[in-house]
Protein backbone atom coordinates (compact mmCIF):
# COMPACT_ATOMS: atom_id res chain seq x y z
CA UNK A 1 0.00 0.00 0.00
CA UNK A 2 2.95 2.38 0.93
CA UNK A 3 4.26 1.56 -2.49
CA UNK A 4 1.13 2.21 -4.19
CA UNK A 5 0.51 5.60 -2.91
CA UNK A 6 3.62 7.53 -3.45
CA UNK A 7 4.32 5.29 -6.85
CA UNK A 8 0.82 6.99 -7.61
CA UNK A 9 1.87 10.52 -6.25
CA UNK A 10 5.55 10.47 -7.92
CA UNK A 11 3.65 9.44 -11.35
CA UNK A 12 1.99 12.79 -11.56
CA UNK A 13 4.49 14.70 -11.61
CA UNK A 14 6.23 11.88 -14.26
CA UNK A 15 2.93 12.11 -16.06
CA UNK A 16 2.58 15.99 -16.46
CA UNK A 17 6.20 16.33 -17.80
CA UNK A 18 5.99 13.81 -20.42
CA UNK A 19 3.04 15.64 -21.52
CA UNK A 20 5.43 18.48 -21.93
CA UNK A 21 7.81 16.12 -23.83
CA UNK A 22 4.87 14.75 -26.15
CA UNK A 23 3.75 18.43 -27.53
CA UNK A 24 7.48 19.26 -27.72
CA UNK A 25 7.98 15.56 -29.97
CA UNK A 26 4.07 15.25 -30.96
CA UNK A 27 3.41 18.39 -32.11
CA UNK A 28 6.42 20.43 -32.80
CA UNK A 29 8.37 17.35 -34.42
CA UNK A 30 11.70 17.82 -32.30
CA UNK A 31 13.14 15.23 -30.17
CA UNK A 32 14.34 17.39 -27.26
CA UNK A 33 16.78 16.24 -25.45
CA UNK A 34 17.13 19.02 -23.36
CA UNK A 35 14.13 18.13 -22.04
CA UNK A 36 15.34 17.23 -18.28
CA UNK A 37 17.34 20.27 -18.44
CA UNK A 38 14.76 22.39 -18.69
CA UNK A 39 13.05 20.72 -15.64
CA UNK A 40 16.00 20.77 -13.29
CA UNK A 41 16.30 24.65 -14.38
CA UNK A 42 12.75 24.93 -12.66
CA UNK A 43 13.77 23.24 -10.13
CA UNK A 44 16.85 25.27 -9.22
CA UNK A 45 14.53 28.55 -9.68
CA UNK A 46 12.36 27.08 -7.34
CA UNK A 47 15.34 26.23 -4.66
CA UNK A 48 16.85 29.41 -5.21
CA UNK A 49 13.80 31.53 -4.67
CA UNK A 50 13.06 30.02 -1.41
CA UNK A 51 16.31 30.37 0.25
CA UNK A 52 17.51 33.38 -0.77
CA UNK A 53 13.90 35.46 -0.33
CA UNK A 54 11.92 32.35 1.13
CA UNK A 55 9.44 32.86 -1.54
CA UNK A 56 6.80 29.52 -1.92
CA UNK A 57 7.74 27.54 -4.51
CA UNK A 58 4.27 27.62 -5.62
CA UNK A 59 4.30 30.85 -6.51
CA UNK A 60 7.65 30.48 -7.93
CA UNK A 61 5.67 27.67 -10.29
CA UNK A 62 3.34 30.98 -11.53
CA UNK A 63 6.74 33.02 -12.25
CA UNK A 64 8.56 30.21 -14.10
CA UNK A 65 5.30 29.62 -16.44
CA UNK A 66 5.29 32.41 -17.97
CA UNK A 67 9.52 32.63 -18.54
CA UNK A 68 9.51 29.32 -19.41
CA UNK A 69 7.01 30.06 -21.95
CA UNK A 70 8.78 32.61 -23.53
CA UNK A 71 12.41 30.81 -23.55
CA UNK A 72 10.94 27.94 -25.21
CA UNK A 73 9.53 30.16 -27.48
CA UNK A 74 11.96 31.62 -28.53
CA UNK A 75 14.92 28.40 -28.37
CA UNK A 76 12.16 27.37 -30.82
CA UNK A 77 11.64 30.55 -32.98
CA UNK A 78 15.36 31.44 -33.54
CA UNK A 79 17.65 27.62 -33.39
CA UNK A 80 15.17 25.00 -34.04
CA UNK A 81 13.12 26.40 -36.78
CA UNK A 82 16.04 27.13 -38.85
CA UNK A 83 17.04 23.38 -38.54
CA UNK A 84 12.86 22.30 -39.79
CA UNK A 85 13.63 24.44 -42.56
CA UNK A 86 16.91 22.89 -43.63
CA UNK A 87 15.89 19.22 -43.40
CA UNK A 88 14.56 17.46 -46.14
CA UNK A 89 13.24 14.65 -44.23
CA UNK A 90 11.63 13.58 -40.82
CA UNK A 91 15.04 11.69 -40.37
CA UNK A 92 17.35 14.32 -40.98
CA UNK A 93 15.21 16.78 -38.63
CA UNK A 94 15.38 14.06 -36.05
CA UNK A 95 19.00 14.10 -36.17
CA UNK A 96 19.77 17.97 -36.30
CA UNK A 97 17.58 18.32 -33.20
CA UNK A 98 19.22 15.77 -31.46
CA UNK A 99 22.42 16.84 -31.55
CA UNK A 100 20.94 20.57 -31.00
CA UNK A 101 19.32 19.88 -28.27
CA UNK A 102 21.93 17.90 -26.74
CA UNK A 103 24.45 21.04 -26.95
CA UNK A 104 21.14 22.99 -25.90
CA UNK A 105 21.68 20.41 -22.45
CA UNK A 106 25.09 20.71 -21.86
CA UNK A 107 25.04 24.39 -22.17
CA UNK A 108 22.19 24.73 -19.68
CA UNK A 109 23.99 22.49 -17.55
CA UNK A 110 26.93 24.21 -17.57
CA UNK A 111 25.08 27.41 -16.62
CA UNK A 112 23.32 25.98 -13.41
CA UNK A 113 26.46 24.75 -12.11
CA UNK A 114 28.14 27.80 -11.70
CA UNK A 115 24.66 28.88 -10.05
CA UNK A 116 24.51 26.41 -7.97
CA UNK A 117 26.94 23.23 -7.94
CA UNK A 118 25.46 21.12 -4.67
CA UNK A 119 22.44 19.87 -4.26
CA UNK A 120 19.16 21.59 -4.77
CA UNK A 121 18.14 20.92 -0.66
CA UNK A 122 15.34 22.80 0.56
CA UNK A 123 12.58 21.79 2.93
CA UNK A 124 9.06 22.89 1.87
CA UNK A 125 5.82 21.28 2.91
CA UNK A 126 7.56 18.56 4.54
CA UNK A 127 5.20 17.70 7.46
CA UNK A 128 4.02 14.27 7.41
CA UNK A 129 0.06 13.42 5.95
CA UNK A 130 -1.87 10.17 6.03
CA UNK A 131 -3.35 8.85 2.33
CA UNK A 132 -5.26 5.31 3.13
CA UNK A 133 -2.80 4.25 5.69
CA UNK A 134 0.69 5.57 4.62
CA UNK A 135 2.36 8.14 5.31
CA UNK A 136 3.46 10.54 2.87
CA UNK A 137 4.61 14.44 2.94
CA UNK A 138 2.27 17.13 2.04
CA UNK A 139 4.69 18.35 -0.50
CA UNK A 140 4.42 15.57 -2.67
CA UNK A 141 0.78 15.25 -2.37
CA UNK A 142 0.41 19.15 -3.24
CA UNK A 143 2.95 18.40 -6.31
CA UNK A 144 0.67 15.58 -7.22
CA UNK A 145 -2.90 17.68 -6.92
CA UNK A 146 -1.43 20.45 -9.13
CA UNK A 147 0.09 18.21 -11.84
CA UNK A 148 -3.48 16.44 -11.93
CA UNK A 149 -5.09 20.23 -12.39
CA UNK A 150 -2.90 21.02 -15.14
CA UNK A 151 -3.10 17.42 -16.96
CA UNK A 152 -6.79 17.94 -16.81
CA UNK A 153 -6.97 21.93 -17.97
CA UNK A 154 -4.27 20.44 -20.46
CA UNK A 155 -6.75 17.60 -21.71
CA UNK A 156 -9.65 20.29 -21.65
CA UNK A 157 -8.17 22.25 -23.94
CA UNK A 158 -6.68 19.68 -26.38
CA UNK A 159 -10.16 18.36 -26.92
CA UNK A 160 -12.63 21.09 -26.65
CA UNK A 161 -11.38 24.48 -27.84
CA UNK A 162 -10.60 25.50 -31.36
CA UNK A 163 -7.01 26.35 -30.92
CA UNK A 164 -6.81 22.64 -29.47
CA UNK A 165 -8.16 20.76 -32.26
CA UNK A 166 -5.60 23.13 -34.23
CA UNK A 167 -2.48 21.85 -32.19
CA UNK A 168 -4.04 18.19 -32.53
CA UNK A 169 -4.19 18.51 -36.20
CA UNK A 170 -0.65 19.36 -36.42
CA UNK A 171 0.01 16.37 -34.66
CA UNK A 172 -1.38 14.16 -36.75
CA UNK A 173 -0.35 15.46 -39.77
CA UNK A 174 1.67 18.80 -40.15
CA UNK A 175 1.00 18.44 -44.39
CA UNK A 176 -2.62 18.41 -43.80
CA UNK A 177 -3.39 20.88 -41.54
CA UNK A 178 -1.14 23.92 -43.68
CA UNK A 179 -3.66 22.88 -46.47
CA UNK A 180 -6.58 23.49 -44.00
CA UNK A 181 -5.52 26.70 -43.48
CA UNK A 182 -3.47 26.02 -39.87
CA UNK A 183 -0.55 28.13 -39.47
CA UNK A 184 1.68 25.18 -38.51
CA UNK A 185 5.00 27.27 -37.91
CA UNK A 186 3.07 29.17 -35.30
CA UNK A 187 1.35 26.45 -34.14
CA UNK A 188 4.45 24.71 -33.63
CA UNK A 189 6.18 27.13 -31.42
CA UNK A 190 3.36 27.48 -29.07
CA UNK A 191 3.47 23.77 -28.64
CA UNK A 192 7.00 23.62 -28.03
CA UNK A 193 7.05 26.65 -25.77
CA UNK A 194 3.90 25.01 -24.08
CA UNK A 195 5.56 22.05 -23.42
CA UNK A 196 8.55 23.65 -22.12
CA UNK A 197 6.48 25.39 -19.42
CA UNK A 198 4.60 22.22 -18.51
CA UNK A 199 8.12 20.99 -18.00
CA UNK A 200 9.49 23.49 -16.00
CA UNK A 201 6.47 23.87 -13.87
CA UNK A 202 6.72 19.76 -13.31
CA UNK A 203 10.82 20.42 -11.85
CA UNK A 204 9.61 23.32 -9.94
CA UNK A 205 7.12 20.86 -8.28
CA UNK A 206 9.60 17.69 -8.15
CA UNK A 207 12.13 20.18 -6.45
CA UNK A 208 9.86 19.94 -3.26
CA UNK A 209 10.27 16.21 -2.75
CA UNK A 210 13.55 15.17 -4.91
CA UNK A 211 16.77 16.36 -4.04
CA UNK A 212 17.91 17.26 -7.40
CA UNK A 213 21.56 19.09 -8.90
CA UNK A 214 22.27 20.68 -11.73
CA UNK A 215 23.40 17.17 -13.92
CA UNK A 216 20.48 15.18 -13.30
CA UNK A 217 18.30 16.32 -16.09
CA UNK A 218 19.47 13.26 -18.30
CA UNK A 219 17.29 11.13 -15.90
CA UNK A 220 14.13 12.87 -16.18
CA UNK A 221 14.97 12.55 -20.17
CA UNK A 222 14.79 9.49 -20.29
CA UNK A 223 11.99 8.57 -17.95
CA UNK A 224 9.93 11.29 -19.99
CA UNK A 225 11.09 9.85 -22.89
CA UNK A 226 10.03 6.18 -21.73
CA UNK A 227 6.99 7.32 -20.71
CA UNK A 228 5.71 9.15 -24.01
CA UNK A 229 7.14 6.41 -25.98
CA UNK A 230 5.00 3.45 -23.73
CA UNK A 231 2.41 5.58 -24.04
CA UNK A 232 2.37 6.19 -27.73
CA UNK A 233 3.51 9.55 -29.04
CA UNK A 234 0.61 12.28 -28.88
CA UNK A 235 -1.43 10.23 -26.64
CA UNK A 236 -2.39 12.09 -23.39
CA UNK A 237 -4.42 9.28 -21.56
CA UNK A 238 -1.82 6.62 -23.11
CA UNK A 239 0.91 8.98 -21.38
CA UNK A 240 -0.95 9.32 -17.75
CA UNK A 241 -0.89 5.50 -17.61
CA UNK A 242 2.50 4.83 -18.31
CA UNK A 243 3.76 7.47 -15.80
CA UNK A 244 1.62 5.43 -13.26
CA UNK A 245 3.32 2.50 -14.79
CA UNK A 246 6.76 3.63 -14.46
CA UNK A 247 5.87 5.85 -10.88
CA UNK A 248 4.70 2.22 -9.27
CA UNK A 249 7.38 -0.19 -10.69
CA UNK A 250 10.36 2.37 -10.05
CA UNK A 251 9.08 3.07 -6.27
CA UNK A 252 8.76 -1.05 -5.79
CA UNK A 253 12.13 -1.62 -6.76
CA UNK A 254 13.43 0.99 -4.96
CA UNK A 255 11.25 -0.36 -1.86
CA UNK A 256 11.99 -3.91 -2.33
CA UNK A 257 15.30 -4.25 -4.11
CA UNK A 258 17.50 -1.34 -3.85
CA UNK A 259 16.96 2.76 -4.68
CA UNK A 260 20.29 2.49 -6.99
CA UNK A 261 18.16 0.06 -9.47
CA UNK A 262 15.23 2.49 -10.47
CA UNK A 263 17.42 3.18 -13.72
CA UNK A 264 17.67 -0.18 -14.43
CA UNK A 265 13.97 -0.93 -13.62
CA UNK A 266 12.98 1.81 -16.52
CA UNK A 267 15.57 0.19 -18.83
CA UNK A 268 13.13 -3.27 -18.33
CA UNK A 269 10.20 -1.45 -19.11
CA UNK A 270 11.42 0.23 -22.26
CA UNK A 271 13.07 -2.72 -24.00
CA UNK A 272 10.04 -5.09 -23.10
CA UNK A 273 7.29 -1.96 -24.52
CA UNK A 274 10.41 -1.67 -27.88
CA UNK A 275 9.93 -5.39 -28.22
CA UNK A 276 5.91 -6.46 -27.85
CA UNK A 277 4.54 -2.81 -28.23
CA UNK A 278 6.80 -0.17 -30.09
CA UNK A 279 3.56 1.90 -31.11
CA UNK A 280 2.57 2.24 -27.76
CA UNK A 281 0.37 0.91 -24.89
CA UNK A 282 -2.56 1.61 -26.63
CA UNK A 283 -1.43 2.76 -30.63
CA UNK A 284 -2.53 1.26 -33.15
CA UNK A 285 0.10 -1.26 -35.51
CA UNK A 286 1.17 0.76 -38.40
CA UNK A 287 -0.07 -0.61 -41.77
CA UNK B 1 29.99 7.35 -46.62
CA UNK B 2 32.09 7.29 -50.02
CA UNK B 3 33.60 4.41 -51.17
CA UNK B 4 37.54 4.57 -49.94
CA UNK B 5 40.23 4.23 -52.92
CA UNK B 6 43.59 2.37 -52.76
CA UNK B 7 45.19 5.36 -52.45
CA UNK B 8 43.82 6.49 -49.25
CA UNK B 9 44.30 3.00 -47.90
CA UNK B 10 48.29 3.96 -48.82
CA UNK B 11 48.19 7.31 -47.25
CA UNK B 12 47.03 5.48 -43.84
CA UNK B 13 49.40 2.98 -44.14
CA UNK B 14 52.51 5.81 -44.45
CA UNK B 15 50.93 7.40 -41.22
CA UNK B 16 50.36 4.04 -39.11
CA UNK B 17 53.77 3.63 -39.83
CA UNK B 18 54.86 7.28 -39.01
CA UNK B 19 52.90 7.15 -36.21
CA UNK B 20 54.86 4.21 -34.59
CA UNK B 21 57.55 6.62 -33.50
CA UNK B 22 55.55 9.37 -31.88
CA UNK B 23 56.54 7.74 -28.41
CA UNK B 24 60.55 8.02 -29.44
CA UNK B 25 60.46 11.21 -29.42
CA UNK B 26 57.98 12.68 -26.89
CA UNK B 27 57.32 11.45 -23.88
CA UNK B 28 55.47 12.36 -20.45
CA UNK B 29 52.53 15.28 -20.97
CA UNK B 30 52.46 15.00 -24.89
CA UNK B 31 52.90 11.04 -24.67
CA UNK B 32 49.76 10.82 -22.45
CA UNK B 33 47.93 13.27 -24.67
CA UNK B 34 48.94 11.05 -27.65
CA UNK B 35 47.61 8.21 -25.77
CA UNK B 36 44.36 9.79 -25.29
CA UNK B 37 43.94 10.76 -29.03
CA UNK B 38 44.52 7.70 -30.11
CA UNK B 39 42.32 6.23 -27.89
CA UNK B 40 39.72 8.85 -29.15
CA UNK B 41 40.80 8.10 -32.74
CA UNK B 42 40.07 4.23 -32.50
CA UNK B 43 36.79 5.03 -31.11
CA UNK B 44 35.34 7.93 -33.19
CA UNK B 45 36.30 6.15 -36.60
CA UNK B 46 34.67 2.80 -34.71
CA UNK B 47 31.72 4.77 -34.44
CA UNK B 48 31.57 6.77 -37.47
CA UNK B 49 31.66 3.62 -39.67
CA UNK B 50 28.03 2.67 -38.40
CA UNK B 51 26.69 6.38 -36.97
CA UNK B 52 28.06 8.05 -40.39
CA UNK B 53 26.44 6.12 -43.28
CA UNK B 54 23.27 5.56 -41.00
CA UNK B 55 22.94 8.60 -39.28
CA UNK B 56 22.29 6.56 -36.43
CA UNK B 57 23.27 8.62 -32.90
CA UNK B 58 25.07 5.92 -30.94
CA UNK B 59 25.91 7.28 -27.40
CA UNK B 60 26.91 3.68 -26.71
CA UNK B 61 30.21 3.71 -26.50
CA UNK B 62 30.91 4.50 -23.25
CA UNK B 63 28.91 1.49 -22.14
CA UNK B 64 31.19 -0.90 -24.03
CA UNK B 65 33.91 0.95 -23.08
CA UNK B 66 33.17 0.26 -19.64
CA UNK B 67 32.66 -3.58 -20.16
CA UNK B 68 35.76 -3.86 -21.32
CA UNK B 69 37.50 -2.11 -18.87
CA UNK B 70 35.37 -3.29 -16.35
CA UNK B 71 35.90 -6.91 -17.22
CA UNK B 72 39.44 -6.77 -17.26
CA UNK B 73 39.68 -4.87 -13.60
CA UNK B 74 37.59 -8.39 -12.20
CA UNK B 75 39.66 -10.69 -14.11
CA UNK B 76 42.43 -9.66 -13.07
CA UNK B 77 41.70 -9.02 -9.91
CA UNK B 78 38.97 -11.55 -9.03
CA UNK B 79 40.08 -14.05 -10.48
CA UNK B 80 43.48 -13.82 -11.29
CA UNK B 81 43.16 -14.27 -15.15
CA UNK B 82 45.43 -12.68 -17.51
CA UNK B 83 45.50 -9.22 -19.45
CA UNK B 84 45.20 -10.76 -22.85
CA UNK B 85 42.58 -14.01 -21.83
CA UNK B 86 40.84 -10.69 -20.38
CA UNK B 87 41.44 -8.43 -23.68
CA UNK B 88 39.95 -11.11 -25.78
CA UNK B 89 36.64 -11.66 -23.25
CA UNK B 90 35.93 -8.04 -23.25
CA UNK B 91 34.94 -7.41 -26.74
CA UNK B 92 33.43 -10.54 -27.45
CA UNK B 93 30.85 -9.71 -24.34
CA UNK B 94 30.44 -6.49 -25.27
CA UNK B 95 29.84 -7.68 -28.71
CA UNK B 96 26.91 -9.59 -27.61
CA UNK B 97 25.63 -6.83 -25.74
CA UNK B 98 25.87 -5.02 -28.89
CA UNK B 99 24.14 -7.68 -30.88
CA UNK B 100 21.02 -8.03 -28.38
CA UNK B 101 20.58 -4.11 -28.30
CA UNK B 102 20.82 -4.01 -31.82
CA UNK B 103 18.43 -6.50 -32.24
CA UNK B 104 16.07 -5.22 -29.90
CA UNK B 105 16.15 -1.70 -30.86
CA UNK B 106 17.41 -1.11 -34.75
CA UNK B 107 14.02 -2.76 -36.58
CA UNK B 108 12.57 0.98 -34.74
CA UNK B 109 13.07 4.22 -36.09
CA UNK B 110 16.56 5.70 -35.22
CA UNK B 111 14.86 7.94 -32.25
CA UNK B 112 14.12 4.67 -29.98
CA UNK B 113 17.87 3.68 -30.66
CA UNK B 114 19.19 7.14 -29.29
CA UNK B 115 16.52 7.16 -26.22
CA UNK B 116 18.13 3.52 -25.24
CA UNK B 117 21.53 4.28 -26.36
CA UNK B 118 21.41 7.43 -24.36
CA UNK B 119 20.95 5.92 -20.37
CA UNK B 120 22.78 2.80 -21.24
CA UNK B 121 26.33 3.62 -19.73
CA UNK B 122 24.44 4.84 -16.53
CA UNK B 123 21.92 1.92 -16.27
CA UNK B 124 24.75 -0.85 -16.75
CA UNK B 125 27.07 1.00 -14.02
CA UNK B 126 24.22 0.82 -11.88
CA UNK B 127 23.53 -2.75 -12.42
CA UNK B 128 27.02 -3.66 -11.79
CA UNK B 129 27.74 -1.11 -8.22
CA UNK B 130 24.43 -3.11 -7.45
CA UNK B 131 26.04 -6.79 -7.96
CA UNK B 132 28.95 -5.85 -6.84
CA UNK B 133 28.14 -4.01 -3.25
CA UNK B 134 25.48 -6.72 -2.88
CA UNK B 135 27.01 -10.22 -3.83
CA UNK B 136 30.70 -9.54 -4.75
CA UNK B 137 31.85 -7.08 -1.80
CA UNK B 138 34.47 -5.25 -3.14
CA UNK B 139 34.12 -2.01 -4.74
CA UNK B 140 37.52 -0.89 -6.07
CA UNK B 141 39.67 -3.25 -8.37
CA UNK B 142 43.31 -3.27 -9.60
CA UNK B 143 45.17 -3.70 -12.43
CA UNK B 144 48.57 -4.39 -12.33
CA UNK B 145 50.55 -5.09 -15.35
CA UNK B 146 53.89 -3.99 -16.87
CA UNK B 147 52.72 -1.68 -19.46
CA UNK B 148 53.72 2.18 -19.67
CA UNK B 149 52.30 4.77 -21.56
CA UNK B 150 54.23 3.55 -25.10
CA UNK B 151 53.00 0.28 -24.88
CA UNK B 152 49.25 1.18 -24.35
CA UNK B 153 49.69 3.99 -26.82
CA UNK B 154 51.22 1.09 -29.74
CA UNK B 155 48.15 -0.91 -28.95
CA UNK B 156 45.80 1.53 -29.37
CA UNK B 157 47.51 2.43 -32.93
CA UNK B 158 47.46 -1.38 -33.76
CA UNK B 159 43.66 -1.17 -32.81
CA UNK B 160 43.38 2.20 -34.75
CA UNK B 161 44.69 0.55 -37.74
CA UNK B 162 42.46 -2.11 -37.61
CA UNK B 163 39.53 -0.49 -37.37
CA UNK B 164 40.78 1.52 -40.33
CA UNK B 165 41.33 -1.35 -42.77
CA UNK B 166 38.08 -2.96 -41.13
CA UNK B 167 36.24 0.03 -42.38
CA UNK B 168 38.54 0.28 -45.63
CA UNK B 169 36.98 -2.94 -46.97
CA UNK B 170 33.74 -2.61 -45.20
CA UNK B 171 33.48 0.35 -47.02
CA UNK B 172 34.08 -1.20 -50.68
CA UNK B 173 31.83 -4.44 -49.87
CA UNK B 174 28.74 -5.04 -50.92
CA UNK B 175 27.38 -4.46 -47.06
CA UNK B 176 28.81 -0.79 -47.26
CA UNK B 177 26.89 -0.34 -50.26
CA UNK B 178 24.11 -1.29 -48.43
CA UNK B 179 24.57 0.68 -45.48
CA UNK B 180 25.06 3.97 -48.10
CA UNK B 181 21.53 3.07 -49.35
CA UNK B 182 19.85 2.79 -46.33
CA UNK B 183 21.28 6.00 -45.59
CA UNK B 184 20.17 7.94 -48.53
CA UNK B 185 16.58 6.23 -48.31
CA UNK B 186 15.73 3.00 -45.56
CA UNK B 187 12.58 2.88 -47.71
CA UNK B 188 14.31 2.71 -51.13
CA UNK B 189 16.92 -0.05 -49.73
CA UNK B 190 14.44 -2.12 -48.16
CA UNK B 191 12.76 -2.15 -51.63
CA UNK B 192 15.65 -3.18 -53.34
CA UNK B 193 16.09 -6.32 -51.30
CA UNK B 194 18.30 -4.99 -48.81
CA UNK B 195 17.94 -6.77 -45.05
CA UNK B 196 18.35 -3.04 -43.89
CA UNK B 197 17.95 -4.61 -40.07
CA UNK B 198 21.13 -6.86 -40.21
CA UNK B 199 23.52 -4.12 -42.14
CA UNK B 200 22.56 -2.30 -38.95
CA UNK B 201 22.83 -4.67 -36.09
CA UNK B 202 26.15 -6.37 -37.79
CA UNK B 203 28.16 -2.78 -37.88
CA UNK B 204 26.87 -2.01 -34.40
CA UNK B 205 27.89 -4.91 -32.89
CA UNK B 206 31.62 -4.26 -34.91
CA UNK B 207 31.44 -0.95 -32.75
CA UNK B 208 30.68 -2.67 -29.43
CA UNK B 209 33.79 -5.09 -30.22
CA UNK B 210 36.34 -1.93 -30.73
CA UNK B 211 34.96 0.41 -28.03
CA UNK B 212 35.08 -2.49 -25.48
CA UNK B 213 39.04 -3.09 -26.94
CA UNK B 214 39.80 0.23 -26.57
CA UNK B 215 38.59 0.02 -22.80
CA UNK B 216 40.24 -3.41 -22.00
CA UNK B 217 43.51 -2.09 -23.63
CA UNK B 218 42.61 1.63 -21.34
CA UNK B 219 42.12 -0.52 -18.35
CA UNK B 220 46.26 -0.78 -17.14
CA UNK B 221 46.52 2.94 -17.57
CA UNK B 222 43.99 3.43 -14.80
CA UNK B 223 45.46 0.90 -12.50
CA UNK B 224 42.62 1.28 -10.08
CA UNK B 225 39.10 0.59 -11.72
CA UNK B 226 35.95 1.50 -10.31
CA UNK B 227 32.25 1.18 -12.01
CA UNK B 228 31.94 5.11 -12.00
CA UNK B 229 35.15 5.72 -13.38
CA UNK B 230 35.03 3.39 -16.41
CA UNK B 231 31.33 3.36 -17.53
CA UNK B 232 31.63 7.54 -18.09
CA UNK B 233 28.57 8.46 -20.02
CA UNK B 234 31.18 11.56 -21.27
CA UNK B 235 32.82 9.74 -23.16
CA UNK B 236 29.82 8.65 -25.28
CA UNK B 237 29.57 12.47 -26.10
CA UNK B 238 33.09 13.02 -26.71
CA UNK B 239 33.13 10.71 -29.27
CA UNK B 240 30.15 11.75 -30.88
CA UNK B 241 31.92 15.12 -30.88
CA UNK B 242 35.16 14.69 -32.65
CA UNK B 243 33.72 11.95 -34.85
CA UNK B 244 30.64 14.69 -35.89
CA UNK B 245 34.04 17.66 -36.18
CA UNK B 246 35.89 16.58 -38.72
CA UNK B 247 33.04 14.66 -40.82
CA UNK B 248 31.51 11.08 -40.82
CA UNK B 249 30.99 11.56 -44.23
CA UNK B 250 34.54 9.97 -44.86
CA UNK B 251 36.68 6.85 -42.95
CA UNK B 252 39.31 9.60 -42.56
CA UNK B 253 37.00 12.52 -41.69
CA UNK B 254 37.00 11.28 -37.94
CA UNK B 255 40.91 11.73 -37.50
CA UNK B 256 40.22 15.32 -38.64
CA UNK B 257 38.49 16.41 -35.59
CA UNK B 258 40.08 14.38 -33.06
CA UNK B 259 43.23 15.83 -32.61
CA UNK B 260 42.48 19.52 -32.34
CA UNK B 261 39.03 18.47 -29.34
CA UNK B 262 41.93 16.31 -27.74
CA UNK B 263 43.88 19.33 -26.98
CA UNK B 264 41.28 21.50 -26.54
CA UNK B 265 39.76 19.23 -24.23
CA UNK B 266 42.67 18.71 -22.41
CA UNK B 267 43.68 22.60 -22.41
CA UNK B 268 39.97 22.99 -21.01
CA UNK B 269 39.89 20.16 -17.97
CA UNK B 270 43.07 21.80 -16.49
CA UNK B 271 41.79 25.25 -17.06
CA UNK B 272 38.52 25.53 -16.48
CA UNK B 273 37.37 22.11 -15.14
CA UNK B 274 34.66 23.53 -14.43
CA UNK B 275 33.24 24.86 -17.50
CA UNK B 276 34.07 21.93 -19.31
CA UNK B 277 30.45 20.81 -19.57
CA UNK B 278 29.33 24.31 -21.52
CA UNK B 279 32.83 23.92 -24.00
CA UNK B 280 31.21 20.02 -24.60
CA UNK B 281 27.31 22.31 -25.13
CA UNK B 282 28.71 24.58 -27.34
CA UNK B 283 30.88 22.25 -29.48
CA UNK B 284 27.72 20.73 -30.24
CA UNK B 285 25.56 23.57 -31.41
CA UNK B 286 28.52 24.80 -33.34
CA UNK B 287 28.52 21.16 -35.06
CA UNK B 288 24.94 21.28 -35.95
CA UNK B 289 24.82 25.07 -36.89
CA UNK B 290 28.24 25.67 -38.35
CA UNK B 291 29.56 22.93 -39.37
CA UNK B 292 26.82 20.38 -39.94
CA UNK B 293 28.63 17.62 -42.47
CA UNK B 294 32.44 18.68 -40.43
CA UNK B 295 35.67 20.06 -41.10
CA UNK B 296 36.11 17.68 -44.33
CA UNK B 297 32.47 18.00 -45.52
CA UNK B 298 33.12 21.59 -45.26
CA UNK B 299 36.77 21.38 -47.27
CA UNK B 300 35.28 19.69 -49.73
CA UNK B 301 32.27 22.28 -50.47
CA UNK B 302 35.39 24.61 -50.95
CA UNK B 303 36.86 22.48 -53.42
CA UNK B 304 33.97 22.14 -55.09
CA UNK B 305 33.34 26.01 -55.84
CA UNK B 306 37.13 26.42 -56.73
CA UNK B 307 36.51 24.23 -59.31
CA UNK B 308 33.39 25.45 -60.83
CA UNK B 309 35.05 28.76 -60.51
CA UNK B 310 37.90 27.31 -62.87
CA UNK B 311 35.37 26.31 -65.11
CA UNK B 312 33.44 29.59 -66.04
Known amino acids: ?287 | MKPSSWSELLIATLLVFLAIFIPLISNGYWLSIAVTAMMYIALSTSWALFSGPTHYISLATGAFYGVGGYLVGTGMSDYQLSFWLMLAIGPIVAALLALLIGIATLRLSGVYFVIFTLGLAEMIRNLVSWVQNNFLGSRGLYVFTDFRDQHIYWMLLSVAALVYLFGWIINRSRLGFALRIIGNDETVARHVGINTAWAKVILFTSTGFFAALVGAILAPRWSYIEPNIVFSPQLSFLVVIMALLGGSGRLWGPLVGVIPFTILWELTSIQFPNQSTLVLGIAFLLIVYVLPKGIVGRLEQLRAKIQRGHHE
Do not use: C
Request: charge should be positive; aromatic fraction near 10%; hydrophobic fraction near 55%.
Open chain 1, 1 to 287: MDILVSGLLLSGTYALVAMGLNLQYGVARIMNLANGEVLVLGALAAFWLYTTSQISPLFTVVLVAPISFIGNWLIYRFLLLPLVRRSKTQGNLEVDSILATFGMSFVLIGVMVSIEGGFFAYKYLSSPISIFGSTTSLSRFVSFLIAAIIGFLLYLWLNHTRSGVAVRAVSVSAEASGLVGINVPRVSAWAFALGGMITAIGGALISTFITLDASIGVVFTLKALIIVIMGGVGDIRGAIVAAIILGVVETTVATLIDPGLTLAAAYLIFLLILLFRPQGLFGRRPL
